[in-house]
């Protein structure tokens, strides 16, 4: 999967392939040959009064008595892969602080015109920016039926997701045409058109897309005018600020990752339950948010090792009065 004159030339990792399924069954065979027992199609259910660990296996639950335990259970966002987030309830009835579960790197609710949506669903809005609280983002955006989604959509999630949490409604802004200036697109504009429609004008002067032109009819039928009877700087302006109103995230379930979990104050420099010694969590249970995918798997990847160290050192020392006794003895 890997070159190795690459990574000895500049020091980094170049895959050969980007599917994830060789590197999966790689870290299989790897834990296989560690000596892991895998059971598969458990769920873990919680605890038994006297503190034991509880699954649910195809033949019923089974009580296990476990030294130490990594809980790496995952948010809410993908609940037909299990990550379904019924570990919330488990855990707040025994007293842990968990911040509620939250759609992250996220698509968002827009009212389309029935227009609008039908006709551009599906689309991309190519080499735009976009601009949300003083942050600027670069990329591509996707027209959904209900709304937006893409790269850049969510890398401004967050402040998006707060912000229409707090008042119902965020007005995210898009530039159409980022690499050129109001000046430069009034100049193009004020050529005469003859003939041609506005929409002709807008797609070789501007170089504009269909769907990018339906987005300016969209936002001029918003503030209830017609794109037509714009002035040329008004039009060059909006070209580069197209408002456009969202009124919620899109599904948890349909999220890239999940915001919220468990509370740090939760855990000890260990990532071990400070109310539930010998049980660690990592990964999206904690309460954190990645602004991609990449720094997510880096996040996760980084806080299990991180939860495996804890874990040997808690064995390390429970195994320490054992041995001192050996040796007084």
Known sequence: MISPRRIAVIGRVFPKSFKSSPLLRAWLHRLDRSGVRFRLRHRWMGWDQGGEIIVEGPSGPITLRIDAVVLALGGASWPKLGSNGAWVGILEKSGIVIAPLRPANCGFIVNWSEIFRDRFEGQPLKRVTLTFGGKTVRGEVLITRDGLEGGGMYALSEPLREAIAASGKAVLTIALRPDMSAAE???????????????????????????AIGLLHEAAASASEKLSAMSAAALAELINAVPVRLVATAPLEGAISTAGGIAFDEIDANFMLRWRPGIFVAGEMLDWEAPTGGYLLQACFSTGAAAGRGVLAWLRDADAPAEQDQNSS
């Open 185 to 211: 697109l009034q100049k193009r504009l004020e050529v005469p058109r003859g003939k041609q429609s506005l929409s002709n004008v807008l797609r070789k002067t501007a170089k504009l897309s269909p769907v």
